[in-house]
């Protein structure tokens, strides 16, 4: 079975600062991979999806994510961060075969200071 | 708009009643999920559904039950037999072939008094 580990709970950054939110799971194949965001009371959006191919993805809000096998890691990252980005970040890995449904990291909460 | 509903927003039951939790999309999706979240613990799968009249078990899917009589609609009823039912509870969909790329409703926080 798929895991997903998201070792920072919380994270604080500084208006303007670069970001780095990681994400390590642990699937026997390439696995499909998701970030999704979550603002408080309040479902969660998609930020971007790696499938197959060029292993950085691009996704919406300006972040990016690289997929790094040889470390079982997603990272998230933005180069300059917004106050509005204050949130709390998952990261999902699906799978190919089998049960068709996520596995989700227990998220990271980034707080945004001015 | 295309989407997925989730009604109510907050919903508040005495304990040892049952309560139902609406799930609607008009996205024309095949598969239908339910999660649970609870603070620092990510999202945890209840039931999902891939197709009409057909459903299975999540990881957590004791004292609840589901179903899935038409393709919109997939309704979750928290019964009096789960033991910690409040938390905030998450519906999503599915279109894509694999049942990977999933958009979620907004919410429903249960609290049980």
């Known amino acids: 079975a798929q895991s997903v580990t998201q070792p920072d709970i919380h994270i604080t950054v500084s208006e303007g600062a670069s970001l780095e939110l990681r994400c390590n799971y642990s699937?026997?194949?390439?696995?499909?991979l998701f970030w999704y965001v979550q603002s408080p009371g309040q479902g969660l959006q998609l930020l971007l999806k790696y499938f197959s191919g060029d292993t950085l993805v691009q996704g919406i809000k300006g972040f990016e994510a690289e997929f790094k096998r040889s470390q079982s890691s997603f990272n998230l990252r933005k180069p300059s961060v917004h106050w509005s980005d204050a949130a709390e970040y998952f990261c999902a890995v699906g799978a190919y075969t089998g049960r068709r449904a996520l596995t989700f990291g227990s998220g990271t909460r980034l707080q945004v200071q001015p | 708009d295309g989407g997925i509903t989730q009604s109510p927003k907050y919903l508040f039951r005495k304990e040892g009643q049952n309560v139902t939790l609406s799930c609607e999309q008009n996205l024309n999706h095949d598969a239908m999920y339910w999660y649970r979240q609870d603070p620092g613990q990510g999202l945890r799968l209840i039931y999902y559904?891939?197709?009409?009249?057909?459903?299975q078990k999540g990881d957590i899917a004791e004292g609840y039950s589901v179903s899935r009589e038409k393709k919109e609609s997939f309704p979750l009823t928290v019964t009096s037999a789960q033991k910690n039912p409040t938390a905030f509870y998450l519906c999503?969909?599915?279109?894509?072939?694999?049942?990977?790329?999933?958009?979620f409703g907004p919410g429903t926080r249960l609290t049980v008094l």
């Open positions: 559904s891939q197709i009409v009249n057909d459903f």
């Open positions: 999503a969909s599915s279109g894509d072939e694999s049942g990977n790329e999933q958009f």
């Open positions: 699937y026997g194949a390439t696995p499909y």
